[in-house]
């Protein structure tokens, strides 16, 4: 069964510091793609950053970056130059395909808090 | 715009009554998906539709029921089977074809309270 796991509930830190997030996951599974969502005080899910699993290098976008260690299911989100923006829920998830459709599963996600 | 409508934002229903949640989407997406949010947790598979007039139980299907008449409508029923209703309700779309960038297009999603 595939599996993801954040294992820090909450975070907090100063508005510009930089942030990082960590997830670790479970397969079986040689093809997959792993991706952060972000669940502001709205509660709509917005993509951060996704990433191939068959791409060895990270993906960044502008100020969020991660850090894919396929060897270890290892896949941890950094922000840089963090703004107060950024507090909201970060959640993990990890997709597979099935029959034309793809599943996303989730970790519990990471509350973070950017504080001024 | 293209996006995914739900609706009501916030929905009260009595125990024992079945209720229908809404979800639209004009993004020309073939397949769709319910997910469950309960507090301190992530996101968790009700049902997924990769297709018209078909659909598949995910993780939690017990207590729900889905139909997908139309490509861009699929509402989920909650019935008085589901034994922990109260709950956030998010609904999420994607192109479902292989070669695709695989994005899930969510809803702003439906918080349902039954007591």
């Known amino acids: 069964a595939q599996t993801v796991t954040q294992s820090q509930p909450e975070m907090s830190v100063q508005e510009a510091e930089t942030v990082t997030l960590s997830c670790t996951y479970d397969?079986?599974?040689?093809?997959?793609?792993l991706f952060w969502y972000k669940q502001p005080p709205s509660r709509q899910m917005i993509l951060v950053i996704r990433?191939?699993?068959?791409?060895?290098q990270n993906a960044t976008e502008n100020r969020f970056s991660v850090n894919f260690q396929k060897a270890a299911k290892s896949f941890s989100l950094k922000i840089s130059d963090s703004q107060l923006g950024d507090t909201a829920m970060y959640f993990c998830?990890?997709?597979?395909?099935?029959?034309?459709?793809?599943?996303?599963?989730f970790g519990q996600g990471t509350r973070l808090t950017i504080n001024p | 715009d293209g996006g995914i409508t739900q609706s009501p934002k916030y929905l009260f229903r009595k125990e024992g009554q079945n209720v229908t949640l809404s979800c639209e989407q004009n993004?020309?997406?073939?397949?769709m998906y319910w997910y469950r949010q309960d507090p301190g947790q992530g996101l968790r598979l009700i049902y997924y539709?990769?297709?018209?007039?078909?659909?598949q139980k995910g993780d939690i299907a017990e207590g729900y029921s889905v139909s997908r008449e139309k490509k861009e409508s699929f509402p989920l029923t909650v019935t008085s089977a589901q034994k922990n209703p109260t709950a956030f309700y998010l609904c999420?779309?994607?192109?479902?074809?292989?070669?695709?960038?695989?994005?899930?297009?969510f809803g702003p999603g439906t918080r349902l309270t039954v007591t």
């Open positions: 999420a779309s994607s192109t479902g074809r292989s070669g695709s960038r695989y994005e899930q297009y």
């Open positions: 397969t079986s599974e040689s093809n997959y793609y």
């Open positions: 990433q191939e699993a068959y791409k060895q």
């Open positions: 998830a990890f997709m597979i395909g099935i029959q034309g459709a793809q599943k996303l599963v």
């Open positions: 993004l020309n997406h073939d397949a």
């Open positions: 539709s990769q297709i018209v007039n078909d659909f």
